[in-house]
């Protein structure tokens, strides 16, 4: 099994930058497609970007294209989420997930793994 962990979320203005990581101990994790999803309140969780297990490829929601960077460190076992340009809209608290697939999914009900969570707010 893999255990996702997120770290790095904050109070930020609007316009700023963050880092989010999402760190899983095992080799078993550099095996894995990650993926970041969002929740904000009274809101369904939403796609926020997702990785491939060698980093090769990755995805974007509209939403955060050109703003957000995902990439990730197989040796360090970390997913890293770059989030620039923070807008109020961005407010969420936002989940990293893998699986145990090489490739990733824009749909929540694919990943079986996922962490705690860790808030982000982005205050005008």
């Known amino acids: 099994q893999v255990h996702p962990v997120e770290s790095g979320g904050g109070l930020v203005q609007v316009g700023g930058s963050l880092r989010l990581s999402c760190a899983a101990s095992?080799?078993?994790?550099?095996?894995?497609?990650v993926g970041w999803f969002r929740q904000a309140p009274g809101m369904e969780r939403e796609f926020v970007a997702a990785?491939?297990?060698?980093?090769?490829?990755?995805s974007y929601a509209n939403s955060v294209r050109g703003r957000f960077t995902i990439s990730r460190n197989n040796a360090d076992y970390t997913v890293y989420l770059r989030l620039n340009s923070l807008k109020p809209e961005d407010t969420a608290v936002y989940y990293c997930?893998?699986?145990?697939?090489?490739?990733?999914?824009?749909?929540?009900?694919?990943?079986?793994?996922w962490g705690q969570g860790t808030q982000v707010t982005v205050s005008s």
């Open positions: 997930a893998a699986r145990t697939n090489l490739y990733y999914s824009r749909r929540s009900a694919d990943w079986p793994y």
């Open positions: 095992g080799p078993a994790f550099s095996n894995c497609a």
């Open positions: 990785i491939t297990w060698d980093g090769d490829e990755t």
